[in-house]
C-alpha cells in the first residue's frame, strides 16, 4: 500500500540497519508500478528483500534468484498469453 514505508539500500548485509522512509518518491514508485507485473531477479536476497518491499502491492510480482529461473517464470508467463510489464 503507498502507505507502507520503504527501506534507504546500502551496502551492507545487515537489514535492520536499513533506515525506513516515506517519501513522495517511494509513493510515486508504488502508485505507478501497481497495475504491473514484475520480475525481480538477483543472486543476492538482500536485494530481493529490499525490492519486494518497495514494489509490495504490484498486481503480480515474482522473483527469482538467477538467469535461468528468470527465463523459467518468461516462458512459464508467455504460455499463459501474458508478459512481464518489468525485469
Do not use: F, W
Not at 548485509?13 to 497495475?35: F, V, W
Amino acid at each position: 500500500s503507498p502507505d507502507s514505508p520503504l527501506y534507504v539500500v546500502s551496502h551492507t548485509k545487515d537489514l535492520k540497519k536499513h533506515k525506513k522512509i516515506r517519501t513522495p518518491t517511494s509513493q510515486l514508485i508504488q502508485s505507478a508500478l501497481r497495475d504491473k507485473c514484475i520480475l525481480i531477479v538477483d543472486d543476492n536476497p538482500l536485494i530481493v528483500r529490499v525490492l519486494e518491499k518497495i514494489l509490495e502491492g504490484c498486481r503480480h510480482l515474482q522473483t527469482g534468484s538467477n538467469g535461468q529461473e528468470a527465463l523459467d517464470h518468461v516462458t512459464e508467463r508467455m504460455k499463459g498469453g501474458e508478459e512481464y510489464d518489468l525485469i
